[in-house]
């Protein structure tokens, strides 16, 4: 299940992916993303043209001062 934070990849047919917008909100029917491009926030995923998808999902960082 894609969670709030997680990055979609954008891809062409050849899955060569350009556009990775991350999510700030996901409901039972849309997910929501913000992206840099055109100053997106609260962007409906199902707006964006691709022909490839992905998601990530990050589960752990670490953090060394």
Known sequence: NVQIGDIIQLGNNNNDFYHSP???????????????????????????????????HILDSITTY
């Open 22 to 56: 991350v999510v700030v909100k996901v409901t039972n029917s849309e997910i929501f993303v913000a992206a840099h491009t055109y100053n997106a926030y609260m962007r409906r995923l199902s707006s964006y043209n691709y022909n490839a998808i992905r998601f990530i």
